[in-house]
């Protein structure tokens, strides 16, 4: 008796959560009425505290955190992590110039740890639970994030974390997802096989994600998204069409073609998304 192949798995993700009440909504909505599954919290973002209300109305929402150390608020004042902000009290975005300052600098690599120690006591104390983690921009890709997040994540509960596995991304980034993926496998963390919305970031709508759901591979996805109520909200987001992608996760379409082709995964933490 032929047994019946097992479908891909698929998670599908909203970053900033909490970044905007528009972006919050919209998550709502995606999980409620559309394809939805899975949401990574930003703990510092204005609309942190709407987002966690949100989230504890829907517990089967998988929630993870979304750790910002570039482009966005800290937890932790100004004044315990000087040397990881600009004037105005921010996370900037030279990530090339940080990434060798928390390399080569002790004094640096103290107050990094201390912020991603705040990110994470700050999610514990919304009582949701962590399904996974990742990180602005993909920061966790830089090995001492990577090794501060597992290190201190350990103590929180961490079991899942984004491996931003592009298929289409440049040959430059396969020797540091090997040694995260090898990294994630010794510490015994979950992690997707596949990601995609790195190269589409911002222009995830319908047409973009049932081209990419027909050529998905085995193993386990994750389609992440931007998606807000509306667009024009953010300064550093102009070109990216936040409503499309929320439209992209309403679709009768999409959900079709997911039903089909691929188990839909309820984050991380669901059994049928591990290995």
């Not at 390399?103 to 640096?108: E, K, N």
């Not at 597992?150 to 596995?165: C, D, Q, T, W």
């Not at 289409?168 to 010794?186: N, V």
């Amino acid at each position: 008796m032929q047994t019946r192949p097992l479908q891909p798995r698929l998670i599908v993700t909203a970053d900033d959560f909490g970044l905007h009440v528009a972006v919050n909504e919209a998550v709502e909505r995606a999980y409620c009425e559309g394809v939805l599954s899975t949401a990574s919290l930003m703990v510092a973002a204005p609309a942190a505290a709407d987002a966690v209300e949100r989230a504890r109305r829907f517990p089967r929402l998988a929630v993870g955190l979304h750790l910002v150390l570039t482009d966005g608020k800290p937890m932790l004042p100004a004044a315990q992590i000087p040397d990881l902000l600009d004037a105005r009290g921010e996370f900037n975005g030279a990530m090339v110039r940080n990434g060798f300052r928390f390399f080569f600098l002790p004094r640096v690599r103290r107050q990094l740890g201390a912020e991603i120690r705040a990110q994470f006591e700050a999610f514990a104390a919304t009582g949701l639970k962590l399904d996974h983690v990742n990180a602005h921009k993909h920061f966790h890709l830089h090995p001492t994030v990577l090794s501060l997040l597992l290190s201190i994540g350990r103590e929180f509960g961490l079991r899942a974390v984004r491996l931003p596995n592009d298929p289409d991304m440049g040959p430059w980034l396969r020797p540091w997802l090997s040694l995260m993926r090898w990294r994630l496998k010794r510490a015994g963390v979950v992690h997707n096989d596949y990601v995609f919305g790195v190269r589409h970031s911002g222009g995830m709508d319908e047409g973009m994600l049932l081209r990419l759901l027909r050529q998905l591979p085995d193993g386990l996805s994750e389609l992440y998204l931007h998606p807000a109520v509306h667009d024009g909200w953010s300064e550093s987001m102009t070109n990216y069409r936040h409503t499309d992608e929320l439209a992209a996760l309403l679709s009768p379409k999409v959900r079709s073609v997911i039903a089909v082709r691929y188990r839909l995964c309820n984050g991380f933490s669901d059994p049928a998304a591990g290995p």
